[in-house]
């Protein structure tokens, strides 16, 4: 079935540093892609929509010079948190679908904990 | 735009009874309807869905949900729970496998032996 792989699985850095997060899609090819984060105890929340060989599509309030996307091949997209501080603390899972009429897939998330 | 209501933020229930997890949603458009299980420091897994067809899914592990247009509802539901089903279940919906999914709030669900 269709794998989302994504690297790494918890990170722990200082505050300032900028941190890469990496999603890709295993066994099949993938135009679009998703960031959500997720909080303690909380729903997901889309940050944005990765689109290969294009800009990303932010949501409102989710500042696009602070966590850049890059979708530069149909496999892989990249979340870098840049300057991160503690407040970016969060879990961060990515999520990519075959086609328009398959249901998405997700990677087993990201833990970043910014000290 | 699209919405889901998970009315119970927590359900705890006894090994091998039965449980009901509620979802409402809105949209003005048709949907396709999801449910997504996350055991704890992992990411979601697809436990059913629904996107066209007979209004009644199910899932490998017992699981079943029900399409019902007119109360817009997609509730999930196990006619005898295990431990191992202790976990979060989050409702989601789209209007496409590609778009954007919106979520439910979650419920978290806990199996007392």
């Known amino acids: 079935g269709a794998v989302v792989s994504q690297h790494p699985s918890w990170v722990i850095c200082k505050s300032g540093t900028s941190v890469k997060i990496e999603c890709r899609s295993l066994?099949?090819?993938?135009?679009?892609m998703f960031w959500y984060r997720q909080f303690p105890k909380q729903s997901l929340m889309l940050m944005a929509t990765?689109?290969?060989?294009?800009?990303?599509?932010?949501e409102q309030g989710v500042e696009k010079d602070k966590f850049l996307i890059n979708h530069a091949s149909l496999t892989l997209s990249t979340l870098t948190v840049t300057s991160a501080h503690p407040e970016d603390s969060s879990f961060y899972i990515c999520?990519?679908?075959?086609?328009?009429?398959?249901?998405?897939?997700f990677g087993d998330g990201t833990r970043l904990s910014i000290l | 735009a699209q919405s889901v209501t998970q009315l119970d933020s927590q359900v705890p229930v006894f090994e091998e009874a039965p449980v009901e997890l509620r979802c409402n949603y809105s949209?003005?458009?048709?949907?396709?309807l999801f449910w997504y299980v996350q055991y704890p420091n992992q990411g979601l897994q697809l436990l059913l869905k629904?996107?066209?067809?007979?209004?009644l899914v199910e899932s490998i592990n017992g699981f079943e949900a029900e399409f019902n247009k007119s109360q817009t509802s997609f509730h999930l539901r196990k006619p005898s729970v295990h431990i191992s089903d202790t976990a979060e279940y989050f409702c989601?919906?789209?209007?496409?496998?590609?778009?954007?999914?919106?979520f439910g709030q979650g419920t978290r669900l806990t199996i007392n032996p």
């Open positions: 949209s003005s458009v048709s949907v396709y």
């Open positions: 629904y996107l066209s067809g007979s209004t």
């Open positions: 990765s689109n290969e060989g294009s800009k990303a599509t932010y």
């Open positions: 999520s990519a679908s075959e086609d328009s009429n398959q249901p998405q897939h």
């Open positions: 989601a919906v789209t209007k496409g496998g590609a778009q954007k999914l919106v």
């Open positions: 066994d099949f090819q993938a135009t679009t």
